[in-house]
């Protein structure tokens, strides 16, 4: 089923999420939307708080392997890369983001199964980028200043 996804600036976007305690079917159904929602709008990441779902999962698909990550957390981070970013809340928006090139993230699967996953480049950037939707930090929170001015007023007026 096709998920309606929160653009900016609704409020929503903002909170933070919650860990998921139940692995049973609610969470595989929302899953599997948010997989389907994500691949409908050409995405490579789609986090629940983003469909109004305020709780600690996602996915991402770079367009090789479905990732899901449920509870997941950042425990190693190193080097420096530079990309362009886009995020299903802003549609038309690109901004050049720096982040980490290598993160290790560890998480649950949808059977509540903990794994570890090391990540680089594109993936990675992926991860950090939906992991921060969980904690309710947008992509725009990390571009300068003058740039955040400018992009959030643009979208506020609509
Ligand atoms: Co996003």
Do not use: W
Request: with cysteine; hydrophobic share 40%; charged share 25%.
């Amino acid at each position: 089923m096709l998920l309606k996804v929160l653009t900016y600036p609704h409020p929503g976007l903002k909170e933070r999420s919650v860990p998921v305690v139940d692995f049973g079917p609610s969470l595989h159904e929302l899953l599997d939307n948010l997989r389907d929602t994500m691949r409908d709008l050409n995405g490579i990441g789609l986090a629940a708080p983003q469909v109004g779902k305020p709780v600690k999962a996602f996915v991402v698909d770079l367009g090789e392997q479905l990732h899901e990550f449920i509870n997941p957390e950042i425990v190693e981070k190193s080097g420096r890369i530079s990309f362009d970013e886009g995020c299903l809340s802003f549609p038309g928006l690109s901004e050049t983001v720096a982040r980490p090139k290598f993160v290790t993230i560890r998480y649950q699967d949808r059977h509540a199964i903990k794994r570890t996953l090391e990540a680089q480049g594109l993936l990675a950037v992926a991860i950090q980028h939906e992991v921060d939707h969980l904690e309710g930090v947008l992509f725009i929170d990390r571009i300068p200043f003058l740039r955040r001015f400018f992009t959030k007023r643009k979208f506020r007026k609509g």
